[in-house]
Structure formats: C-alpha cells, structure tokens
C-alpha cells in the first residue's frame, strides 16, 4: 500500500510506521525477534533504564537509491558502536549478526516508508537498547530489550545546501573527561540540552561544546562532530569525550581518497581564525556548513564563510558521500548494505 506522505516537507521527526522489531536478553542469552504493531512498551517501573539511565541507542539511514535498491548505509559500523557504548554502559552488547538482521526487518517490513530516490528523504533506524530489569540500588540490570523501529524524515537541506551559525559558551558541559562522551546514551543528550536550547533561543544552530578539562579545545557540535578545512587539510577534534560519528570517519577516508590530508587532532579555539571552511557532520545532515562562530564568552566572532556560502572542499565531500548512499557511484569502501528486496 502507498503511503500520502509528502516526502520532500517530512521534518526530522517520528512518523508511525507500520512494524518495530525487538528482541529481549534475559537468562543469560537473547530470545527471538517478535515482530511488533505496538508503539508502547510494557516495562517495571523501577527498570534501570528509567533510573540510573542505562540506555544506548544509534541512528542510521537507509536510502532508495538511482536503481530503485534499498542501500544501509554504514550498518556494520552502527552495530560496533552500540556495542561499544553497552559495555561503557556495563549493558549486554548486542550481537552483531542480530543488530543486522533486526535492521534489515525493520527496513523490509516498512519499505513503503523508504522515500522515493530523488525525494531528498530517507528511512531513519533508531536501534535502542535499555535496561529492564528493576532495582532500586545502583546496579546494572540483567535483563534488557533491544528494539528498533523506523520513522521517514525528509531532506536536511529544505531550502538548498546553505551555511548556520554556531555558538561556544563555556557555561555548560555536555559530558565529563573521562565520562561517557564517546558512547551513544540518553544521558548525554539530557546533560546537552539546557546549553541547545539557550542557543536556539538566541538564533544559533547548535553550541560548538569545548573539551570538558581544559576549555581550550574544539570538541564537538550538539549532536554532530566538527570538521574544519585549513590550508587544504581536514583537521577534526581528536578527543575522548566526543562521540566516534560514521559520517566523519566516512569522510575522513574520502577526503583522503581525493588527496586531501586528514589531522585528527586538538584544535584550539582560536585557529578557528585560521580555517577557511567548517562544517558539523553526522548522520543527520552528513555535512552543515558554518558560516560563523560567536564566542559568546569572548566575544569574538570566527567569520569562517566569507561569502556566506558552503566552501568547495565541504561540498564536494557531501556530494561525494551522498552519491554513495544513493548508489549514483561505486562504493568502492562497501559501506552500503545492499537490501535483496
Ligand atoms: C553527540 C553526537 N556526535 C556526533 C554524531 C554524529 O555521528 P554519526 O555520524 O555516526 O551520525 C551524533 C549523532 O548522530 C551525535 O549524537
């Protein structure tokens, strides 16, 4: 059955779907994948997840590419960082083969929500995992529920590939130094929010978060990496508190495929003065150009586009990485998984 949905004008939102899968780990090992119409779930009110946070999640996208083909793109990547952040979360990692399988269901199970190719819309997978067993002393649970459901969003870029604005403020902190940044867990969007929403509210985009220790160094931006191009060479935060995004490390390996020099390394606050393009990049967006960055404790503003527009090298990685996920050109890396529906 078609679905009416308009894909181009779809925000970044849930949208029902027709299934969502899930799979439970109780006795020592995980259970079969049910097959569910219901968006609720049943749990205890005093599940872990509810009280001491043990929650993971992930968000990947599947796209409907030029041949009419399904592509996930970067699933294997997506099930090693789930895995990564259970055991940071002491949570029971989730098999790779299962993560798989139960993203290929949900997509096949939904494939009317797959946007057409062209549309600029895509199937976003949010694979969570949460703690359901209760407790009221502070201790992992030995149950967990592992689900996955899909809701379609639309293009990022409503209105054409186009520059915002950042800020930093040193009022706030996202994680700690040796906390739980490099994991993808509510906690740290919870910890993130009062700094986003201070920064929406004064027109900015996101808030470009320092690193927690010292306050010298770029880190990361809201719920994306940072990457900047200076003199020819992607230089991007090397640090332990930032979330290993896909879409950075997918582009770090193109800009080295087109000859472009990758630093993965500290960038003071200050070269930003120094860099002549940057960009926030993750699933989301892939790339969002900056145009620039207000040090609002400073007072300084970094003018990063001069002219207001996306820089070349930024474009053309975007346009190299979305080609990718539509199937216009050889994945040459592997990093689509190909659905055989
Ligand atoms: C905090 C944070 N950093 C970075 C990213 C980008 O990661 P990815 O490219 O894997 O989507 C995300 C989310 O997608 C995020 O939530």
């Given at each position: 059955m078609e679905t009416n949905l308009d894909w181009a004008s779809l925000p970044f939102g849930y949208v029902p779907t027709d299934y969502n899968v899930r799979c439970t780990y109780r006795d020592g090992k995980w259970g079969d994948i049910e097959v569910s119409q219901s968006e609720t779930i049943n749990m205890h009110m005093a599940a872990t997840c509810l009280h001491y946070g043990q929650e993971v999640f992930e968000g990947l996208k599947a796209f409907r590419g030029k041949d009419g083909k399904i592509r996930i793109f970067r699933l294997k990547e997506n099930a090693k960082r789930i895995r990564s952040s259970a055991e940071g979360l002491v949570m029971e990692p989730i098999p790779e083969d299962l993560f798989l399988k139960m993203c290929v269901m949900a997509v096949k199970l939904n494939e009317r929500f797959v946007p057409p190719y062209g549309s600029g819309a895509s199937l976003y997978l949010r694979p969570l995992e949460i703690g359901m067993t209760p407790r009221v002393g502070v201790s992992p649970a030995s149950e967990y529920m592992f689900i996955i459901f899909v809701s379609p969003v639309g293009p990022y870029f409503k209105s054409g590939f186009g520059t915002t604005s950042i800020c930093i403020t040193r009022d706030y902190d996202r994680v700690a130094p040796k906390g739980t940044g490099r994991f993808k867990t509510g906690g740290n969007y919870a910890a993130s929010l009062k700094a986003g929403m201070t920064a929406k509210d004064k027109g900015y985009s996101a808030v470009l978060f320092l690193d927690p220790r010292e306050k010298k160094y770029l880190d990361e931006c809201g719920p994306a990496n940072f990457f900047a191009i200076k003199n020819g060479v992607y230089i991007t935060p090397a640090s332990d508190s930032i979330l290993p995004s896909i879409t950075n490390m997918s582009l770090q390996q193109l800009a080295k495929d087109m000859g472009i020099p990758v630093e993965a390394r500290h960038i003071p606050v200050e070269e930003l003065a120094e860099v002549d393009e940057a960009a926030a990049c993750g699933t989301a967006a892939v790339a969002s150009p900056i145009g620039y960055i207000d040090d609002l404790d400073k007072n300084v503003?970094?003018?990063?586009a001069k002219d207001g527009k996306p820089g070349p090298i930024t474009t053309k990685l975007y346009n190299a990485l979305r080609a990718i996920q539509l199937g216009e050109v050889e994945d040459i890396h592997g990093w689509n998984h190909v659905m055989g529906i």
């Open positions: 503003r970094y003018v990063i």
